[in-house]
């Protein structure tokens, strides 16, 4: 749910970055933070177990600049994957205006990409938020894996036309900047003053 | 903007009368509204971030128990402590304090400045300016561009 501060003039739009566990949402918001200029972005904030899977979630505001008068801001938000988190992953869901669900692309975990997929359904059913009305971007991750399920896998499972969909590697950097810019436009695209 | 000033000139008597080293206001889902006091050398945005995400996770403990939510949050440090309590179902009152203020205090003041935070909070809702709509959009798309085109 966009904010817009009009006594601060202020935009706030929040994006959360989805899916199974260690298929690389922290990697994602890393990377960003390792590669967009300072001028643009504030600290990253990781809350994670001493094995570093996160607990509660990772946080990463970026600074677009002035619109229009208006200073807009983007934060981006990743939940925990593991299943145990659902509370956390369902709280970090309240107020999203866009989503990355990042895929693990190692066959062997396809189903886990499903789950996760169903477990985001039934959190924005939660928030009466139809998948319809959110702009939902898929990135297809660790390609540089050996086994790898096919891109369009996913989306023919799960009936998803016209989803925006992106390969990546996250830890490589690649596909990164890709899914951000866009799932950014399209929340920008979306939104609207007072409502 | 009168009710923008308005606004902050609250918190400030609120910080000025409670003795809180700051005070701020709060989206449920952790945007920063507003805030007053020595907060230099606090990390605001990921405070926001972070005090909405405990208060959340406290809504469903509530839950668990048989309560709707619990309406105030008492975070007690050794020097420093934070009082988190609704203003509405959308939005968060915070108040930090060091360990010479009397908690009691604090609580009182919150309590007697919610309704007040919140009429003012109604009035800016109410205040909307005019603003461009395909002008902002097409600025800030170009931004995105930019922004992540670097790197």
Redesign the interface.
């Known amino acids: ?1 966009s ?6 003039k202020e935009v ?1 739009l ?1 994006v959360v970055y989805y899916g199974p566990a260690e298929c690389g949402k922290t990697t994602n918001l890393l990377f960003l933070h390792k ?3 300072e001028k ?1 972005h ?2 990253i ?1 990781l809350l994670d177990t001493h094995n570093e899977r996160t607990i ?2 990772d ?1 990463f ?2 600074y ?2 002035e ?4 200073k ?1 801001k983007f ?1 981006l ?1 990743t939940v925990p994957g593991q299943s145990y988190y659902y ?2 992953r369902k ?2 869901l ?2 999203a205006d866009g989503i990355v669900f990042v895929i693990d692309s190692e066959k062997q975990r396809l189903d886990e990409n499903f789950e996760s997929w169903r477990d985001m359904m039934n959190n924005l059913k939660f928030y009466k938020i139809s998948p319809k009305e959110i702009p939902i971007v898929l990135q297809y991750n660790k390609r540089d894996l050996p086994e790898i399920i096919d891109i369009g896998t996913v989306e023919k499972y799960l009936v998803l036309n016209g989803i925006p969909v992106f390969e990546a590697c996250a830890i490589k ?1 690649e596909g990164v ?2 899914t ?2 866009e799932v ?2 399209r929340v ?2 979306r ?4 409502g | ?1 009168l ?2 000033k308005e ?1 902050s000139d609250l918190l400030n008597e609120l910080q000025r009368k409670s003795g809180a080293f700051g005070v701020l206001v709060i ?8 805030l007053v006091g020595s907060l230099h050398n606090v ?1 605001t ?2 405070l926001a ?2 005090v909405a ?1 405990m208060f ?2 406290t809504k ?1 403990v509530a839950r668990l128990v048989g309560e709707e939510h619990f309406s105030i949050l008492l975070q007690q440090g050794e020097k420093r402590h934070i009082h988190i309590s609704l203003i509405q179902r959308e939005v968060m009152l915070v108040v930090l304090f060091e360990n010479y203020q009397r908690i009691g205090l604090i609580r009182n003041y919150a309590k007697e400045y919610t309704p007040k935070i919140a009429q003012t909070l109604h009035l ?2 109410k ?3 005019k ?3 395909e ?3 097409e ?3 170009s ?3 930019q ?5």
């Open positions: 749910m904010f817009v501060n009009f006594a601060k706030i929040k590669t967009i200029s643009y504030g600290e904030l509660f979630f946080f505001p970026i677009l600049g619109v229009e008068g208006f807009v934060q938000y509370a956390s709280l970090v309240d107020g950097g900047f890709p951000i810019k950014c436009k920008i695209e939104f609207k003053f007072g | 903007m009710v923008a606004f989206t449920r889902d952790g945007k920063l509204v507003d990390n945005i990921a971030a972070l995400g959340a996770a469903e800016i809702a205040s909307e300016q603003v461009e709509q002008k902002f959009q600025y800030a798309l931004l995105i561009d922004i992540f085109s670097e790197g």
